[in-house]
């Protein structure tokens, strides 16, 4: 069976929350139900039909295509299933995501992964700044799954992790990992100034090292552990980048001693 | 008592009677596959039977770098006991002591199941708060900081219900060795077969032993029925060619396992002649009142 597929009509005027978009909110109806579906705008809410051009299919995987970057929280809350988005999408894709799997080739607006609980979520292109990160008010930002950036990441990427792994390709901005709890945070290319930023348990891994290390991280000298081959292997199927990363000899700085102090930054030896 | 003759070899048509049992499996490894089996050596040291040792524990087979976790030479071990709660302790004093202390050893689970054992979670105190907690493709790890770099421990590992312990072969021949060549050979078949272990030395014991005895206080002594030097003074289960006897005890994760590891122990002694190795083969049974598990010699002939 193919992919449900939602094609957007045009670009919308004002933003468009697709949160009710999810394959578990979806399934089990028709396709005339799923076009009744009303969706939030900024000040007017519209149905799924009036902007997008839908064909019926699977509504365990769902396709979006034509996306632009006025689309917020696609796949917001999903527990399974599938969606692939062709395009952009806007702020906080993949929020509070529990399983399944989202694929964005585009890039992501800021707040992508924030709050996520589960399940795989893949940018092909870039995100904004706050990867991961809680929203205001919030104890916590990601805490289990799997996010894959393929491209570059805004500051505070991993801002709040709580659990679960993020993995940038590419370049990071500033204070990557800030105020960590625990998880992981591989970044495979230069990250901005001060990584780490106050974090208090948690591991970030800099491939090609970093602006500027806070003074509170503490050398430990370079290591090959075997976690990290442990770590590469997990890691394989997905990013072949970061497991080529943490199969090489790493520089263990500890911190942030300014806090508790059982974090840890490992950098590449190229750098 | 019908005797079976295959190939010379008289097979008596008896069972061995086998106990339900509460076993958990490791996958050890190491850098290199001396010090991952000198892990798994150690840790199943004075493991022969539940009556001294506290579990019965035993090296399963050798993994190679594709079937570990973390691409090393591994060894996979297996442990049995009669309740959860001994296993638990067996297992945190075993790991903690044998693997946690052998260069360059990392210790994953070598079971699913859905009850759980301690393994890194009851270990990670050793960390002193320097322990990282790791969950890696729906693992959960422990790093634990030692000497050496970092022992890596999954957090947990599981146990099964299903295991069978005191599956047996009773080795009957004219000298000591002939009877033990045959066992050798015996305990070699075990080792081919998957989730079996024979935890005696080698796979062989020579001191079979009875339920009860004359002294009081002593839960088991001296099978004096199979002792040849004993032949003339009791109630002898040996015939008059018997020269020395020796039993082969396995422990499966399951009934099949262990009925498999019978079968494959028969096949070479047969295979071994009444000359060089063994003249008959017999089984241990408490009448088939205690152990739920009994294995007919009869359906496992080769």
Known sequence: MKPLLLALRQRPDQRLDLSPLVPHLISGRSAVEIERIELQMTRWRVSVGDVFRLRMGDPGRIRIDGSCDRLDRVGQAMTGGEIFVDGDVGTQAGRSMAGGRLTVTGNTGPWAASGMKGGLLEIRGATGAFLGAPLAGEMAGIRGGLVIVRGRAGERAGDRMRRGTIVIEGEAGAYAGSRMIAGSLIVGKKAGALPGYLMKRGSIVLGAGCEAVSPTFVDCGYHELLVMRLWAGILHPHSKKAATLLRRPLQRLAGDMAVLGKGEIFIGSQS | ?302
């Not at chain 2, 004096?224 to 018997?242: F, N």
């Not at chain 2, 399951?254 to 002649?273: F, N, P």
Request: hydrophobic share 40%; charged share 20%; proline share 4%.
């Open chain 2, 1 to 302: 008592m019908r005797i079976l003759t295959v190939k010379g070899v008289r097979i008596d048509d008896t069972f061995a009677e086998a106990f339900g049992m509460r076993a958990t499996a490791l996958t050890i490894t190491a850098d290199t596959a001396r010090w991952a089996r000198q892990a798994a050596v150690t840790m199943t040291g004075f493991a022969t039977s539940v009556i001294g040792c506290g579990c019965e524990a035993g090296i399963d087979c050798e993994l190679t770098v594709k079937r570990t976790p973390d691409g090393r030479p591994g060894v996979r071990v297996l442990l049995f006991a009669t309740s959860s709660t001994e296993l638990q302790k067996q297992l945190q004093a075993r790991v903690g002591q044998c693997v946690l202390t052998s260069p360059s050893s990392a210790c994953y689970a070598g079971i699913k199941g859905e009850e759980a054992l301690k393994l890194g979670n009851a270990l990670r105190y050793f960390g002193d708060g320097w322990q990282v907690s790791k969950r890696f493709g729906g693992k959960h790890y422990w790093r634990i900081p030692v000497m050496d770099g970092e022992f890596v421990c999954e957090a947990t590992t599981a146990v099964t219900k299903a295991a069978v312990g005191g599956g047996n072969l009773i080795i009957i021949g004219r000298t000591s060795e002939t009877t033990r060549a045959a066992a050798e050979a015996a305990a070699a078949a075990i080792t081919r077969v998957p989730d079996v272990i024979a935890p005696f030395p080698g796979g062989i014991a020579r001191s079979g032993s009875k339920v009860g005895s004359k002294y009081k206080g002593v839960l088991a002594s001296t099978n004096d029925a199979y002792c040849p030097t004993l032949r003339g003074a009791v109630k002898t289960s040996l015939d008059a060619d018997a020269g020395a006897v020796l039993e082969i005890v396995i422990d499966g994760l399951t009934s099949e396992a262990v009925a498999t590891a019978m079968r494959a122990s028969i096949a070479a002694i047969v295979k071994l002649g009444p000359k060089r190795g063994a003249t008959r083969i017999s089984a241990g049974n408490y009448g088939g009142k205690l152990g739920p598990h009994h294995y007919h010699l009869r359906d496992l002939l080769p």
